[in-house]
């Protein structure tokens, strides 16, 4: 299993079944009319249904997840390889991109559960 990136043909298989989980959830959400700021998503009541605390929980774990990878793949992940291996430097960056690792892995538990929950709404 390769460690996919953005290159679909590469990605692996729970990559690809979570993109399309998310393209299926986002669709859902679009055809029962939630997508629209103008609608349903402009009402402060909305956002007080269980619906809509489960759709604001799992947009800001998507927001959460993508910004924690940014800072995975773009700063620790860079500067871990530019160090010399075995120094206390290269452990601190080790400890601190497994720190990232599980803290994207605990989001993205609690994304799938919001999106769980958006769906049985």
């Known amino acids: 299993m390769g460690h996919g990136g953005a290159n679909p043909v590469t990605a692996s298989p729970f990559q690809r079944c ?6 299926l959830t986002g ?3 679009h055809f029962r009319g939630w997508l629209g700021w103008d609608g349903v998503l402009g009402t402060a009541a909305f956002w007080r249904t269980p619906g809509g605390l489960a759709l604001g929980i799992k947009l800001l774990a998507v927001v959460v997840l993508v910004t924690v990878s940014a800072i995975h793949d773009f700063g620790v992940g860079p500067a871990a390889s530019r160090v010399s291996a075995g ?27 919001a999106a769980v929950r958006l769906a049985r709404t």
């Open 27 to 29: 669709a859902n959400l």
């Open 18 to 23: 979570s993109i399309a989980t998310l393209l």
């Open 87 to 113: 120094t206390p430097e290269a452990l601190a960056l080790r400890r601190r991109a497994a720190l990232l690792g599980r803290l994207n892995a605990m989001v993205g538990l609690l994304l799938v559960v």
